[in-house]
């Protein structure tokens, strides 16, 4: 790779995807040796060969990084892209952190959807809630914003029904509840800010060929 001058900065989604996100870009020869530190409290790392940037935020951030260019590029999911509403250009399905938003709550409750009830939804994704039952379904519903275990909702009696992710949907089953209606698949995606889109066009587009050939490989995860 030819000497770059600017840095081009990666915002990654910590956890499960940051780690997936640098196992595929180490299999492109883009490597941040720094970031394999578990114990760093770093929160920026870089490759000064490449003139890379990395760093870690949490997943409903990331768009918004990328939005105001703070970062080139970013790695999330697309359930936080729908949700935040940011205006990124989503450019790749790298196809791993697999998984589906659905309408979940105990068998019953299958009955209140699509009629005239005003049911209650317990969700961390309103944005994607609304547009679903108020869009999608034409039903009036009272949507609940949680921040975490939305399985709970149902079960103690928050809401009838809950609008969260399923991934091997062991969560509902060990808690009684299944999935009703799917509302959209989820994957990891990449994200690029328009303006950079442009100004390093050549620089992201190469990168994100090299990316799309592996990800549509044999190899693919
Ligand atoms: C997610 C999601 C479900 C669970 C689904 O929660 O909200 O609760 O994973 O996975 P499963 O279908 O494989 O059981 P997460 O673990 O991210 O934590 P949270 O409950 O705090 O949102």
Avoid: H
Avoid at 63 to 85: H, L, Q, S
Avoid at 158 to 178: A, H, P
Wanted: hydrophobic share 40%; aromatic share 6%; with cysteine.
């Amino acid at each position: 790779m030819e000497k770059e001058t600017r840095y081009l900065t990666f915002a990654l989604t910590k956890g499960r995807l940051a780690k997936k996100t640098l196992e595929l870009l180490e299999q492109i020869g883009i490597t941040c040796e720094e970031m394999k530190d578990p114990d760093s409290r770093k929160l920026i790392f870089v490759n000064e060969d490449l003139k890379i940037r990395f760093f870690l935020a949490k997943g409903p951030d990331v768009p918004t990084y990328v939005e105001y260019g703070a970062a080139d590029i970013g790695v999330v999911g697309k359930d936080t892209i729908v949700e935040e509403g940011r205006k990124i250009y989503e450019v790749l399905d790298l196809g791993f952190g697999k998984c589906r938003m659905c309408v979940c709550g105990p068998k019953e409750a299958k009955a209140l959807l699509g009629g005239q009830e005003l049911i209650r939804v317990a969700t961390k994704y309103p944005n994607i809630a609304k547009d679903y039952f108020y869009n999608q379904r034409n039903q009036t519903v009272e949507i609940i914003k949680l921040n975490g275990s939305i399985e709970l909702a149902p079960i103690v009696g928050l809401s009838e029904v809950i609008v969260d992710i399923v991934e091997t949907g062991s969560t509902l089953r060990e808690n009684g509840l299944e999935v009703l209606e799917e509302v959209c698949p989820l994957s990891a995606r990449v994200v690029v800010n328009p303006v950079s889109m442009r100004m390093e066009n050549e620089r992201i587009t190469r990168l994100l060929n090299e990316l799309n050939r592996i990800v549509s490989g044999p190899e693919k995860n």
